[in-house]
């Protein structure tokens, strides 16, 4: 499994990606009746990226959806439950254009080492419900989930996240990559535009945010109408306001 934070403050950012590619790729998907299912590690050695990669600020993504259960409870005057996470990742991946298949997804969920879980999603907790857990959709296929705690000296949130990027984009397997990091901040979010630029034409790749941003190598979507969905908040409730 991926190391815990006491333990990443003592290995280079380069070593912590290394490491990840070792242990967080090579799962043996196993299918249980629950959403949420373990997974066994197979040999490194054997370890592949998937088709599909997506890769989430898990603090942005969390103070987005609690700004919009604030705003839409005050607006449609009744309570919105946390959202529903796999549903959410479901509909991210056919805002990334993913289409109906027995696919393979990697979901990399990168998080503040003082921040335990995702406090507006269900599940929610980082190490117990998401690290190292797979679900299946029906329709879309296998969602494997891996998180990242960051924040230390040597492994802050945006290196990690632009190492895997540049880790990500040679290799040919990848076809699709959806991004979800701080789009408010906008340093940030030009050094994922720059790591971005070297990618060929076959790869698909979006990133998602509140606000439309300077274009890039790039297609964007709105991050707040997959959130809603899974919230259950309906467009028809919204037309009546």
Request: charge should be negative; glycine fraction near 6%.
């Amino acid at each position: 499994m991926i190391s815990t934070s006491n333990k990443k403050a003592k290995i280079t950012i380069n070593q912590e990606v290394e490491h990840i590619k070792t242990q967080m790729f090579s799962f043996e998907f196993q299918v249980d009746w629950s959403i949420f299912a373990p997974m066994n590690i197979q040999q490194p050695q054997n370890f592949k990226w998937s088709e599909n990669v997506i890769i989430i600020d898990g603090d942005y993504v969390d103070r987005v959806a609690f700004n919009l259960i604030v705003n839409f409870e005050r607006m449609l005057n009744r309570k919105i439950p946390s959202a529903d996470f796999s549903q959410w990742i479901v509909d991210v991946s056919l805002d990334g254009n993913l289409r109906p298949g027995k696919h393979e997804t990697q979901v990399i969920i990168l998080h503040d080492e003082n921040s335990k879980k995702l406090e507006n999603f269900v599940p929610s907790d980082y190490e117990t419900e998401f690290n190292g857990q797979a679900f299946n959709d029906d329709v879309l296929g296998e969602f494997i989930i891996n998180t990242i705690a960051t924040g230390n000296d040597v492994a802050q949130k945006n290196d990690v996240m632009l190492d895997l990027i540049t880790i990500i984009l040679p290799h040919n397997e990848v076809r699709r990559m959806m991004m979800l990091p701080d789009t408010d901040d906008h340093h940030t979010l030009g050094m994922i535009r720059n790591a971005l630029r070297p990618a060929g034409a076959e790869k698909e790749i979006t990133l998602f945010g509140m606000q439309p941003f300077e274009g890039g190598n790039f297609k964007q979507q709105v991050l707040g109408y997959s959130l809603m969905d899974a919230m259950g908040i309906k467009a028809s409730e919204l037309e009546k306001q």
